[in-house]
């Protein structure tokens, strides 16, 4: 049983246009919001971080947007470029725990 | 450039053999961590590692287990290796202090078949 659920699957966007990507989660005492990136062949990296005191944190073109209440967050890439295309994970950790929780990852490709 | 270097990019193995998986990180860092990665399931925590010896199960630990007898080296085997231990294997590390805010660094992986 997933503790972070995301979606959608794979995702195809055209170049300029918004990626958004959404997770989910059910156990309020995660504390801790990731994203990774990871590209063919290699492992994933950590793209964005959020914490739940924050409800929105922007880096670049990427933003991520914390909705505490509904115990959801997502990852939106404005302006998506083809070096975008890439797999997408959101994570997330609760304090005490020293390992991040996945979702199932999202496989964005920008069209040209 | 900080890096966990994972031993081998590719791995095929009989049904039943042991495997040994390794991954060396070079930044000092006190954790280390193996998932596994499979499509439509994300990265799936196997075990993970907080310092020398030690050693906490993951959510899949089953038909694992894991060495650390160094700080930079955190090794996972498969006892006997099944088909369905096909999977990518990720290692990756993290200082103790620094979960909540520099995240993991992650290798390369190992994609191992089991025939």
């Known amino acids: 049983q997933q503790q972070v659920k995301q979606s959608p699957q794979s995702l195809i966007v055209q170049k300029g246009g918004i990626s958004i990507i959404n997770c989910a989660y059910e156990?309020?005492?995660?504390?801790?919001f990731p994203w990774y990136q990871q590209f063919p062949g290699k492992g994933p990296a950590l793209l964005i971080a959020i914490r739940p005191d924050v409800s929105e944190k922007k880096e670049g073109r990427f933003t991520i947007s914390f909705n505490k209440s509904a115990k959801q967050f997502s990852l939106h890439i404005m302006d998506s470029q083809p070096g975008d295309s890439a797999t997408y994970f959101c994570a997330a950790s609760k304090a005490g725990r020293r390992a991040l929780t996945f979702g199932s990852g999202t496989r964005l490709q920008v069209q040209p | 450039d900080v890096k966990v270097t994972q031993s081998s990019r590719y791995l095929v193995k009989r049904t039943g053999e042991k495997v040994f998986l390794e991954c060396v990180q070079d930044?000092?860092?006190?954790?280390m961590f193996w998932y596994r990665q499979d499509p439509g399931l994300g990265l799936r925590l196997i075990y993970f590692?907080?310092?020398?010896?030690?050693?906490e199960k993951g959510d899949i630990p089953e038909g694992y287990s894991v060495s650390r007898e160094k700080k930079e080296r955190f090794s996972l085997i498969l006892e006997s290796a099944s088909t369905n231990q096909t999977s990518m294997y990720l290692c990756?590390?993290?200082?103790?202090?620094?979960?909540?805010?520099?995240?993991?660094?992650f290798g390369s992986g190992t994609r191992l078949t089991v025939v």
């Open positions: 990756a590390s993290s200082f103790a202090r620094d979960l909540p805010r520099g995240g993991y660094t």
């Open positions: 156990n309020t005492a995660f504390d801790y």
């Open positions: 930044m000092d860092h006190e954790n």
């Open positions: 590692s907080y310092d020398v010896k030690m050693k």
